[in-house]
């Protein structure tokens, strides 16, 4: 991954991190995007076919939009090969879900209302 891409993804992580980050989901079932005054970025994951090797592979990519919803870059990132950045991209990929889906929030208002119903 070119420097430039390693420093967004890393700023991306930081920022869902402490939540100054909000991403949205799309029509895809496991795309998330964030929209930005400029385009948008968009992770997506899904598993695809190695038509090579006859395997089935989890794949991730992100993918940077302009201002007119064209994609200006797209890099893909295959779990099958030795690639050092997909598992940074995958902790983008869970980290935008999680904050799409709220699913901290919801896991603390489950458990406040556990702990109300059992105190």
């Known amino acids: 991954m070119e420097d430039r891409i390693k420093k967004i993804v890393d700023s991306l992580i930081t920022g869902t991190t402490?939540?100054?980050?909000?991403?949205?989901?799309?029509?895809?079932?496991d795309e998330y995007i964030?929209?930005?005054?400029?385009?948008?970025?968009t992770v997506d994951s899904w598993e695809g076919y190695d038509e090579e090797s006859g395997d089935s592979s989890n794949l991730v990519d992100i993918a940077f939009l302009n201002a007119l919803g064209e994609?200006?870059?797209?890099?893909?990132?295959?779990?099958?090969?030795?690639y050092p950045d997909y598992a940074r991209m995958m902790e983008l990929h869970r980290l935008a879900k999680r904050n799409s889906l709220k699913i901290d929030e919801t896991l603390d208002d489950f458990l406040e209302e556990i702990e109300k119903k059992i105190l």
């Open 18 to 29: 402490t939540g100054k980050l909000q991403w949205h989901g799309t029509e895809r079932d």
């Open 34 to 41: 964030l929209k930005l005054s400029k385009g948008a970025i």
């Open 71 to 82: 994609v200006v870059e797209r890099i893909i990132f295959p779990s099958y090969v030795a």
